[in-house]
């Protein structure tokens, strides 16, 4: 157990619609970072947050969004699902944000959209 | 931009034989690599990363890892393996620029037969 914990595990949402995913770090991390596993692009960085504020954007899509509240757990935000928005989301946490950081994941979300 | 390369796509070697997963990356300035274990339906554990210092880094389960500057290289290995490490490995570059973008490889799957 790495110690960074995701809600929910799974869903299921049809095609247009807007879902939250949740993701609480490591107690003492700081950082949180947002990832998509698919079979065709792999796992791929989106977002990550540093205490509450935007550091870094990846392949992220203007339909996604994301935030890092005060308390240090973030959401991704997920609007107008199409079917290749079908994936595994990861969160994962790292103490500081400089790229020695060891970076630990979540068990991920999975998200399935019909 | 950076880069990482996993050349296997798989990796099939029999119980107690020394393994070797391959690879190559591309950065701008120092690098700081990570090597990840991924089983089925699971997150990303951390397995060993390398910052700076000897090229021989040690991590979880036995594995261990050598960066390789002038061939950009970071083999992951172990002496004896277990059919337990079956599994996806994957292996992250970051740089100083842009630290919080982690780079993933596409993985190695590595099957250990009995």
């Known amino acids: 157990d790495s110690g960074v914990t995701q809600t929910p595990k799974h869903l299921i949402t049809a095609t247009g619609q807007r879902v939250t995913l949740r993701c609480s770090p490591r107690s003492g991390d700081l950082s949180v970072y947002w990832y998509q596993q698919s079979l065709d692009q792999g796992l791929q960085f989106l977002i990550q947050y540093y205490n509450g504020e935007e550091r870094a954007k990846g392949n992220i899509l203007e339909r996604f969004s994301a935030q890092q509240f005060p308390d240090l757990h973030s959401e991704l935000n997920l609007s107008s699902l199409e079917l290749g928005d079908s994936a595994l989301y990861f969160c994962?946490?790292?103490?500081?944000?400089?790229?020695?950081?060891?970076?630990?994941f979540g068990e991920g979300s999975w998200l399935t959209v019909v | 931009a950076q880069s990482v390369a996993q050349p296997e796509d798989q990796v099939n070697v029999a119980e107690g034989n020394p393994l070797t997963v391959k690879c190559t990356y591309s950065?701008?300035?120092?690098?700081?690599l990570f090597w990840y274990v991924q089983y089925p339906n699971r997150g990303l554990q951390f397995l060993l990363k390398y910052i700076t210092g000897d090229n021989l880094v040690k991590g979880s389960y036995g594995f261990e890892a050598e960066f390789n500057k002038s061939q950009t290289s970071f083999h992951l290995k172990k002496p004896s393996a277990l059919v337990s490490d079956s599994a996806l490995y994957f292996c992250a570059v970051r740089g100083n620029t842009n630290a919080g973008k982690s780079t993933f490889g596409d993985g190695t799957t590595l099957t250990v037969k009995p």
């Open positions: 950065v701008s300035g120092n690098p700081y």
């Open positions: 994962a946490s790292s103490v500081g944000q400089g790229p020695g950081n060891t970076i630990y």
